[in-house]
């Protein structure tokens, strides 16, 4: 399952908040706080997540992209 059709829904409807990218990233087995806070902690977890699915870019943070490539591992 690609991520072009998951982007062009979040495009649309707008980037999920953090806790969502909390519970998908412990969801695939990160350790990540689940507090809906971008925090420290979260923003590392989700530069790691990049680093690993989205080399180009692994800021840390929450974009529509970096979603989109959640739920396509759903």
């Given at each position: 399952?690609?991520?072009?059709?998951p982007?062009?829904?979040?495009?649309?409807?707008?980037?999920?908040?953090?806790?969502?990218?909390?519970?998908q990233?412990?969801?695939?087995?990160?350790?990540?706080?689940?507090?809906?806070?971008?925090?420290?902690?979260?923003?590392?977890?989700?530069?790691?997540?990049?680093m690993?699915?989205?080399?180009?870019?692994?800021?840390?943070?929450?974009?529509?992209?970096?979603?989109a490539?959640?739920?396509?591992?759903?």
């Amino acid at each position: 399952r690609g991520v072009a059709q998951p982007l062009q829904l979040l495009l649309e409807q707008g980037t999920p908040d953090v806790a969502w990218f909390q519970q998908q990233l412990q969801r695939l087995g990160y350790t990540t706080p689940q507090n809906g806070t971008l925090d420290r902690a979260t923003i590392n977890v989700l530069a790691a997540f990049q680093m690993h699915y989205r080399p180009a870019l692994h800021d840390g943070q929450p974009d529509a992209e970096t979603a989109a490539i959640l739920l396509a591992m759903l």
